[in-house]
T-cell receptor
């Protein structure tokens, strides 16, 4: 079966712009979680969605938002980009909240200049 | 915080040796999971051990869980150069899966 697909793989944006990242989970997985990974902070939890509802949100400013569609695909949006938003953004899908292992996508490498 | 903390931060061994990584956490958990990440890529799920299990095996991997000490260990036997990666533990309870900062394993051929 197809894995978790994240698009785009690489992105370069300018400070102040906004960006939308996409994640298509494994077929049948209704839970999608997003993480930000940086060398200094490690893997930080952004959001978790299940059946189009945001179940949990990490400690990130309101510039970070997300949503999930009826087909379980998810998007995250970052507005008013800052240099510190440069990171690897990882999406993971699973059957439910931590009860099974997560399957991660390859990530989107965002660089803000 | 429910976050797992891996130890050591970095580990360098010769091919063929065993590698042991440890994870400690602070709260009660439903399960604990180990993941591997090759440089700049997504994480790969290795093994999940439930809170009522004490040991689990998968190929060359052996995971133990001691809920009384709130700790887990990952043992990779007969390591190979291809095992070079970062390894993360993640604890699952009543909050989303939270990852530690990882152990960077280097296996030298």
């Amino acid at each position: 079966k197809a894995g978790v697909t994240q698009t785009p793989r690489y992105l370069i944006k300018t400070r102040g712009q906004q960006v939308t990242l996409s994640c298509s989970p494994i077929s049948g997985h209704r839970s999608v979680s997003w993480y930000q990974q940086t060398p200094g902070q490690g893997l930080q939890f952004l959001f978790e969605y299940f059946s189009e509802t945001q179940r949990n949100k990490g400690n990130f400013p309101g510039r970070f938002s997300g949503r999930q569609f009826s087909n379980s695909r998810s998007e995250m949006n970052v507005s008013t980009l800052e240099l510190g938003d440069s990171a690897l953004y990882l999406c993971a899908s699973s059957l439910g909240q931590g009860a099974s292992g997560y399957t991660f996508g390859s990530g989107t490498r965002l660089t803000v200049v | 915080s429910q976050q797992g903390e891996e130890d050591p931060q970095a580990l360098s061994i010769q091919e063929g040796e065993n590698a042991t990584m440890n994870c400690s956490y602070k709260t009660s958990i439903n399960n604990l999971q180990w993941y591997r990440q090759n440089s700049g890529r997504g994480l790969v799920h290795l093994i999940l051990i439930r809170s009522n299990e004490r040991e689990k095996h998968s190929g060359r991997l052996r995971v133990t869980l001691d809920t009384s000490k709130k700790s887990s260990s990952l043992l990779i036997t007969a390591s190979r150069a291809a095992d070079t990666a970062s390894y993360f533990c993640a604890v699952s309870g009543n909050t989303p899966l939270v990852f530690g900062k990882g152990t960077r394993l280097s296996v030298i051929a």
